[in-house]
């Protein structure tokens, strides 16, 4: 038996918006009642705000809840603000949602997606007019079970930092079925984490002296001290010279049998991790 929050108990029960907008300016759909689970929402948008949203949902306690949470997400937002909801956003707002239903959150976000795509502001005339006339790519099919497209599986990896199989199977119903896509999602898996690696090496080797100098600072102030905190000790930067950090540890960590492993082990690690691999950590007095 899975454990839900008593916020997705309030809208299950209570489910917030039920319904359909008649002449609502846009309209999302998610899903399908093959797979089990379909969601339609409505949104009436006035001067770039929502100013109303109702859904028509079917399927488990959890798509219930998570359509009802999202109307009220967004019901007051202007369509910008409502563009950047993940379902990760949906999935908080609730209190959580456990793992093998995190799919519901996903086809909320889905079917907003689907509804701002088709969302049409009369100062965008224009430029949607070029979009709309622009050549259609067909998305990639992965799992032809339930349905989910390359895209989806991507954005559910990106935006919950998905690592296995299982849990983009928990997001988004991918191989949960026959699972002849189970080695394609692990291909995408591992094409996404080598391209981000890939990012943050160019990230770091592109960095001026001024940047280095300032994110070498950011991450000692804001990440490496406050875990020597804990422990009743601290760091302060001295000065750097190209890849030479000098530091000075203080409280506990002055004069500490074990000042030299903290300083290769976690100071050194830390910064040659997020920074350069050719950083050196120097202690001063």
Known sequence: MWDYSEKVMDHYRNPRNVGKIDDADAIGN?????????????????????????????????????????????????????????NKDIADELGGLPPE???????????????????VDKDEIDTAYDEINKPKTEEKIICTCFGVTENLIWDAIKQNGLKTVEEVTNYTKAGGACGKCKSAIQDIIDTYYHKEKKDKAEEKSSLSPAQKILK?????????????QKDGGDITLVDIDGNSVFVKLRGRCSGCKNSTLTLKAFVESTLKDAVDKNIEVVEVN
């Not at 948008?45 to 359509?67: L, M």
């Open 216 to 228: 070498i600072s950011s991450i000692i102030d804001n990440k490496i001290s406050p875990e020597l």
């Open 30 to 86: 998610a899903g399908s009642l093959t797979c089990g689970d379909q969601l339609k929402i409505y949104l009436k948008i006035k001067d770039g705000v929502v100013t109303d949203a109702k859904f028509q949902t079917f399927g488990c306690g959890s798509a219930v809840a998570s359509s009802s949470i999202l109307t009220e997400m967004i019901i007051g937002k202007t369509v910008e603000e409502v563009r950047k909801i993940t």
């Open 101 to 119: 239903k995190m799919h519901c959150s996903v086809m909320g976000y889905e079917a907003l997606e689907d509804a701002l795509k088709g969302y």
